[in-house]
């Protein structure tokens, strides 16, 4: 991702959740909350600073995302309202909104075919996109 | 037509970075009055009210323009400047060119504007300005102290030790407020009691000093140097001058057996009787029946306690007293309570007894508490063998659970909690759930350090989520511990909560009795954060303790001390110079229509049949008179008046439309 769109991104995921991630103080209380914490990868604690930090591919592409249950315990308790429920939901939806643009269709690759391409990719492309 | 000085301010680079001073001094320099313009690189120095001084004589100039920061910072500066070269001080304006021009704006050009309008309302204003001259109101020496814990009781003996007379007004029954329910104090573990019962002795007795216990004030008005207070001391129905103290009537209570009242001093942790001393070391040592408990005052029945009062204190006819005094200076020492938890409910502190919050913690860790100073679980009277202490509850919240502020206390407090348990069970097993341990002040790092390598309290960063009470009476703690990146799941006996701090409930009456300011969390706002801090923006006002912001006890003590010395260099006066920009009335205009004396805040304005002579004009008509020594000059009366014959001195409506007109010119 350029600078740009990283920046474009952080800003979706403001807007989608309304919530301010700069606000974040680190004090846990999401991670203490969360009944999803030991199945995630990227903690719930640490959604806020991967968006500050502008590493988005990181939490778009995590465990978390899917594993989050959105049961709401860190939303109602975040004591800074960044309310890291919210922007790991505006994550998800980031990904969801682009799913249909970003679909590889089979029709399509004979086109893209290159020698230089290894065959994984492809396979491994089908599979990201996979409903 | 006046002889008007101009004379703009760099301030550094604050005023000249964004506004071509030169460039204003040249406009300027052809306003009508205008008969001088300069400008200079801090015109509030030495140097620079020199060249004032040299100015006003060499060109015999009648009225000054400052175009430098705001008033609020050197009006008074500049006035004793004009006042030294022989101009009356009230000839002098500042044009704030500085908070309301290039502090703001980014542009040069349009900042440079502005700069010139601004100096440009203010010429037009001083071509109208007359001489004044300041009035003089004496100064009654006795201070008033609002809330008798140790801000109050620190204030009020530092002021009384230098030979002013004082009075304590405390709500409760006894002084000795939030400090007297703790058992040790941070950093040095001295025992409460031991280091503040002698001083509320000391005040007892101090001839200085006089106690108004459970009494509230009632209203306020007068000014600096001059106010009315009125004290309502609400009905003890126990005879000050007759009571022992002896606590047979609290003994024999039959209310006191049957445990329904909770104890106010001991957090609910314990009942006391319907006549009651809050706790052992009260001062002064005399009960109070509690009316709306006691069986007498409901039923007409009982009398247990008048019956059996050895020296006949116990007077049930007692009725509320109001007592007004005069006072020169009010110090608002009015503390801190924390604030009610019910919003989180993650914590279970409505659910379960063994959930507590850090005050309770300290009565029960408290030799003259409910436990008699035995640390045990309220549900099971079992002592806790592993204990959860909980950081920042409702402290740095940004919603509206809760307070933005860091409370200051908790870090400190839990640290001691955690190594006085530890001292006296060792086998104790404590797990600190914290954001961040904030321990700035002398000795205070070290004091936490000790906690965790002498006494291993183990520290965990990260917070809890919920606390979930079993059903075998334990409590099962959800956290995290950041550092690990580790879900914790923990039994625990106990949890304590070390709730957010806030002013006390009663704060926001008393700063509007006292026209005094207080910012969006209720505490006193102080005249300069950082040049001020003891004295409110309301002339007479003083700040002392919690009221003004979080604090410790040994910060707080010092404040108590330089609020003392405010109070003092202000008692220490015989006279003081009053504002000369007050309301006059002109009788010619006036019909007695009683609009002003209305909307007057100061009780002011009074009304009296003159004489009005004038053309086409000669009779007696009842018309209104201004008190210049309770004129604030606040102005409401002038745009409350519906003929105009009220007008600011200073301020006349003519000069501000005069400047509205230069403005827009």
Same mark, same amino acid.
């Given at each position: 991702?350029?600078?740009?769109?990283?920046?474009?991104?952080?800003?979706?995921?403001?807007?989608?959740?309304?919530?301010?991630?700069?606000?974040?103080?680190?004090?846990?209380?999401?991670?203490?909350?969360?009944?999803?914490?030991?199945?995630?990868?990227?903690?719930?604690?640490?959604?806020?600073?991967?968006?500050?930090?502008?590493?988005?591919?990181?939490?778009?592409?995590?465990?978390?995302?899917?594993?989050?249950?959105?049961?709401?315990?860190?939303?109602?308790?975040?004591?800074?309202?960044?309310?890291?429920?919210?922007?790991?939901?505006?994550?998800?939806?980031?990904?969801?909104?682009?799913?249909?643009?970003?679909?590889?269709?089979?029709?399509?690759?004979?086109?893209?075919?290159?020698?230089?391409?290894?065959?994984?990719?492809?396979?491994?492309?089908?599979?990201?996109?996979?409903? | 037509?006046?002889?008007?000085?101009?004379?703009?301010?760099?301030?550094?680079?604050?005023?000249?970075?964004?506004?071509?001073?030169?460039?204003?001094?040249?406009?300027?320099?052809?306003?009508?009055?205008?008969?001088?313009?300069?400008?200079?690189?801090?015109?509030?120095?030495?140097?620079?009210?020199?060249?004032?001084?040299?100015?006003?004589?060499?060109?015999?100039?009648?009225?000054?323009?400052?175009?430098?920061?705001?008033?609020?910072?050197?009006?008074?500066?500049?006035?004793?400047?004009?006042?030294?070269?022989? =101009?009356? @001080?009230? &000839? !002098? $304006? #500042?044009?704030?060119?500085?908070?309301?021009?290039?502090?703001?704006?980014?542009?040069? %050009?349009?900042?440079?504007?502005?700069?010139?309008?601004?100096?440009?309302?203010?010429?037009?204003?001083?071509?109208?300005?007359?001489?004044?001259?300041?009035?003089?109101?004496?100064?009654?020496?006795?201070?008033?102290?609002?809330?008798?814990?140790?801000?109050?009781?620190?204030?009020?003996?530092?002021?009384?030790?230098?030979?002013?007379?004082?009075?304590?007004?405390?709500?409760?029954?006894?002084?000795?407020?939030?400090?007297?329910?703790?058992?040790?104090?941070?950093?040095?573990?001295?025992?409460?009691?031991?280091? =503040?019962? @002698?001083? &509320? !002795? $000391? #005040?007892?007795?101090?001839?200085?000093?006089?106690?108004?216990?459970?009494?509230?004030? %009632?209203?306020?008005?007068?000014?600096?140097?001059?106010?009315?207070?009125?004290?309502?001391?609400?009905?003890?129905?126990?005879?000050?001058?007759?009571?022992?103290?002896?606590?047979?009537?609290?003994?024999?209570?039959?209310?006191?057996?049957?445990?329904?009242?909770?104890?106010?001093?001991?957090?609910?942790?314990?009942?006391?009787?319907?006549?009651?001393?809050?706790?052992?070391?009260?001062?002064?040592?005399?009960?109070?029946?509690?009316?709306?408990?006691?069986?007498?005052?409901?039923?007409?029945?009982?009398?247990?306690?008048?019956?059996?009062?050895?020296?006949?204190?116990?007077?049930?006819?007692?009725?509320?007293?109001?007592?007004?005094?005069?006072?020169?200076?009010?110090?608002?020492?009015?503390?801190?309570?924390?604030?009610?938890?019910?919003?989180?409910?993650?914590?279970?502190?409505?659910?379960?007894?063994?959930?507590?919050?850090?005050?309770?913690?300290?009565?029960?860790?408290?030799?003259?508490?409910?436990?008699?100073?035995?640390?045990?679980?309220?549900?099971?009277?079992?002592?806790?063998?592993?204990?959860?202490?909980?950081?920042?509850?409702?402290?740095?919240?940004?919603?509206?659970?809760?307070?933005?502020?860091?409370?200051?206390?908790?870090?400190?407090?839990?640290?001691?909690?955690?190594?006085?348990?530890?001292?006296?069970?060792?086998?104790?097993?404590?797990?600190?759930?914290?954001?961040?341990?904030?321990?700035?002040?002398?000795?205070?790092?070290?004091?936490?350090?000790?906690?965790?390598?002498?006494?291993?309290?183990?520290?965990?960063?990260?917070?809890?989520?919920?606390?979930?009470?079993?059903?075998?009476?334990?409590?099962?703690?959800?956290?995290?511990?950041?550092?690990?990146?580790?879900?914790?799941?923990?039994?625990?006996?106990?949890?304590?909560?070390?709730?957010?701090?806030?002013?006390?409930?009663?704060?926001?009456?008393?700063?509007?009795?006292?026209?005094?300011?207080?910012?969006?969390?209720?505490?006193?706002?102080?005249?300069?954060?950082?040049?001020?801090?003891?004295?409110?923006?309301?002339?007479?006002?003083?700040?002392?303790?919690?009221?003004?912001?979080?604090?410790?006890?040994?910060?707080?003590?010092?404040?108590?001390?330089?609020?003392?010395?405010?109070?003092?260099?202000?008692?220490?006066?015989?006279?003081?110079?009053?504002?000369?920009?007050?309301?006059?009335?002109?009788?010619?205009?006036?019909?007695?229509?009683?609009?002003?004396?209305?909307?007057?805040?100061?009780?002011?304005?009074?009304?009296?049949?003159?004489?009005?002579?004038?053309?086409?004009?000669?009779?007696?008509?009842?018309?209104?008179?201004?008190?210049?020594?309770?004129?604030?000059?606040?102005?409401?009366?002038?745009?409350?008046?519906?003929?105009?014959?009220?007008?600011?001195?200073?301020?006349?409506?003519?000069?501000?439309?005069?400047?509205?007109?230069?403005?827009?010119?």
């Amino acid at each position: 991702m350029t600078k740009q769109e990283i920046e474009k991104k952080v800003e979706l995921i403001k807007e989608i959740s309304g919530c301010d991630p700069y606000k974040c103080m680190k004090c846990g209380k999401c991670s203490g909350s969360c009944p999803a914490f030991n199945e995630m990868d990227v903690k719930p604690h640490q959604f806020a600073s991967y968006i500050v930090n502008g590493d988005i591919e990181s939490l778009v592409s995590s465990k978390s995302l899917w594993k989050c249950l959105t049961c709401l315990a860190c939303i109602e308790r975040c004591p800074r309202s960044v309310q890291p429920g919210k922007l790991i939901d505006a994550a998800r939806q980031l990904v969801e909104r682009e799913r249909g643009g970003d679909y590889l269709h089979a029709e399509d690759i004979p086109e893209l075919l290159d020698d230089d391409v290894p065959q994984q990719l492809l396979v491994s492309a089908y599979r990201r996109y996979r409903r | 037509m006046q002889r008007i000085g101009v004379f703009v301010c760099h301030c550094g680079t604050n005023i000249a970075a964004t506004v071509d001073v030169k460039k204003v001094v040249e406009l300027v320099r052809f306003e009508p009055g205008v008969v001088f313009a300069d400008d200079y690189m801090y015109m509030c120095s030495e140097a620079g009210q020199e060249k004032i001084i040299a100015a006003i004589k060499e060109h015999d100039l009648t009225g000054l323009v400052i175009c430098s920061c705001s008033p609020r910072m050197h009006e008074k500066t500049f006035r004793a400047c004009a006042e030294k070269a022989g =101009l009356n @001080p009230y &000839m !002098v $304006e #500042v044009a704030n060119i500085r908070e309301q021009c290039s502090w703001i704006h980014k542009d040069r %050009e349009e900042a440079t504007e502005k700069a010139v309008i601004l100096a440009r309302a203010a010429i037009a204003k001083v071509n109208l300005n007359t001489p004044l001259q300041e009035g003089e109101s004496p100064v009654t020496k006795r201070a008033l102290i609002i809330g008798g814990g140790i801000a109050g009781i620190q204030t009020a003996l530092d002021i009384a030790d230098a030979g002013y007379e004082v009075d304590i007004v405390e709500r409760e029954p006894s002084i000795g407020g939030r400090m007297s329910q703790f058992d040790k104090t941070f950093p040095t573990l001295d025992c409460a009691s031991c280091i =503040l019962t @002698p001083k &509320m !002795v $000391e #005040v007892n007795q101090h001839p200085n000093i006089t106690l108004y216990t459970y009494s509230e004030v %009632e209203g306020v008005s007068g000014y600096v140097g001059n106010f009315d207070v009125k004290i309502r001391k609400k009905a003890r129905s126990v005879d000050m001058s007759a009571c022992t103290g002896c606590g047979e009537c609290q003994a024999k209570c039959p209310l006191g057996k049957m445990g329904k009242i909770p104890s106010e001093f001991d957090r609910g942790l314990r009942t006391r009787p319907a006549i009651y001393m809050p706790f052992a070391q009260a001062v002064p040592a005399v009960p109070v029946i509690d009316r709306e408990n006691c069986t007498y005052f409901k039923t007409g029945k009982c009398g247990v306690c008048a019956k059996i009062c050895p020296s006949k204190a116990v007077n049930y006819e007692q009725e509320d007293e109001i007592v007004t005094v005069k006072y020169g200076a009010i110090v608002v020492a009015t503390g801190f309570d924390i604030i009610n938890l019910d919003k989180f409910g993650e914590y279970a502190y409505n659910e379960s007894p063994d959930v507590i919050t850090s005050i309770e913690l300290e009565r029960l860790m408290n030799a003259s508490g409910p436990t008699g100073g035995h640390l045990e679980r309220m549900s099971d009277h079992k002592q806790p063998k592993d204990i959860v202490f909980i950081q920042c509850v409702g402290s740095r919240c940004d919603d509206e659970k809760g307070k933005p502020y860091c409370s200051k206390v908790c870090c400190m407090y839990t640290a001691k909690h955690a190594m006085l348990i530890k001292d006296h069970w060792p086998d104790t097993n404590i797990t600190v759930f914290y954001i961040d341990v904030r321990t700035p002040g002398k000795n205070f790092d070290e004091f936490y350090r000790r906690a965790v390598e002498q006494y291993h309290v183990n520290y965990v960063k990260g917070q809890v989520g919920k606390v979930i009470p079993q059903p075998d009476g334990s409590l099962l703690v959800q956290g995290v511990d950041l550092l690990d990146n580790k879900q914790i799941m923990k039994k625990t006996d106990m949890v304590v909560l070390a709730a957010a701090v806030e002013p006390n409930k009663g704060v926001r009456k008393i700063a509007t009795m006292l026209t005094a300011s207080i910012d969006n969390n209720d505490f006193l706002t102080e005249a300069h954060a950082k040049l001020r801090p003891v004295e409110s923006p309301t002339a007479g006002i003083f700040l002392s303790g919690m009221a003004q912001g979080p604090k410790d006890i040994p910060e707080t003590v010092s404040q108590a001390g330089a609020a003392a010395v405010k109070v003092v260099g202000l008692l220490a006066k015989d006279k003081l110079k009053t504002n000369p920009c007050t309301a006059k009335c002109d009788p010619m205009f006036c019909n007695g229509c009683s609009t002003c004396a209305n909307v007057c805040p100061y009780g002011a304005i009074t009304y009296e049949d003159q004489q009005v002579r004038g053309p086409g004009v000669n009779e007696t008509r009842r018309v209104a008179v201004v008190n210049n020594a309770l004129c604030q000059g606040c102005g409401a009366c002038t745009s409350a008046c519906p003929s105009g014959a009220m007008d600011l001195q200073g301020f006349s409506n003519r000069q501000i439309t005069t400047e509205v007109d230069s403005i827009c010119r």
